[in-house]
């Protein structure tokens, strides 16, 4: 029997990673992998050495809730892990000579990740860019 080679329809884009490469003579090609069979780890440095627009995109539909949580908890953890103060979005803590560091993390960095959060559930901010290009069909998931 002849396995289905990417997604079936809209509702199955969420499973799957389009891979999409451009080759030595400038044609640009394209394949689906089932996403549980993607190995992020061999794209992690392209994806950290480019910007957002030009690394990897997640293109779904759903889990926009699921992603800004997960994002919440590592900021999170990240920002109480720092030794110094820690960036998130655009604020960083600059007021040390009132409440050093090391104590101010413990309200600022849960503080001002939930605000990330909540913005990116509106679907704002750079947490909810970062993770959808919501698609209603395929041929402009590949577009």
Same mark, same amino acid.
């Given at each position: 029997?002849?396995?289905?080679?990417? +997604?079936?329809?809209p509702h199955d884009l969420a499973r799957y990673v389009l891979i999409?490469? #451009?080759? +030595?003579?400038?044609?640009?090609?394209?394949?689906?992998?089932?996403?549980?069979?993607?190995?992020?780890?061999?794209?992690?440095?392209?994806?950290?050495?480019?910007s957002t627009s030009r690394g990897i995109v997640r293109a779904c539909s759903t889990g926009l809730k699921e992603?800004? #949580?997960?994002?919440?908890?590592?900021?999170?953890?990240? !920002?109480?892990?720092? %030794?110094? +103060?820690?960036?998130?979005?655009?604020?960083?803590?600059?007021?040390?000579?009132?409440?050093?560091? %090391?104590?101010?993390?413990?309200?600022? !960095?849960?503080?001002?990740?939930?605000?990330?959060?909540?913005?990116?559930?509106?679907? %704002?901010?750079?947490?909810?860019?970062?993770?959808?290009?919501?698609?209603?069909?395929?041929?402009?998931?590949?577009?």
């Amino acid at each position: 029997m002849f396995a289905a080679q990417g +997604p079936t329809g809209p509702h199955d884009l969420a499973r799957y990673v389009l891979i999409i490469q #451009e080759l +030595p003579d400038g044609q640009v090609t394209h394949d689906w992998k089932p996403i549980k069979d993607f190995e992020l780890t061999k794209f992690q440095y392209t994806q950290n050495a480019m910007s957002t627009s030009r690394g990897i995109v997640r293109a779904c539909s759903t889990g926009l809730k699921e992603y800004c #949580e997960g994002r919440r908890r590592q900021c999170e953890q990240d !920002c109480l892990a720092s %030794r110094g +103060p820690f960036r998130i979005g655009h604020l960083i803590y600059q007021d040390v000579k009132t409440q050093p560091w %090391r104590e101010a993390k413990k309200w600022w !960095c849960p503080s001002q990740c939930l605000e990330q959060a909540v913005q990116c559930n509106k679907g %704002r901010g750079s947490w909810a860019e970062e993770h959808v290009a919501e698609f209603h069909a395929i041929e402009p998931a590949v577009d």
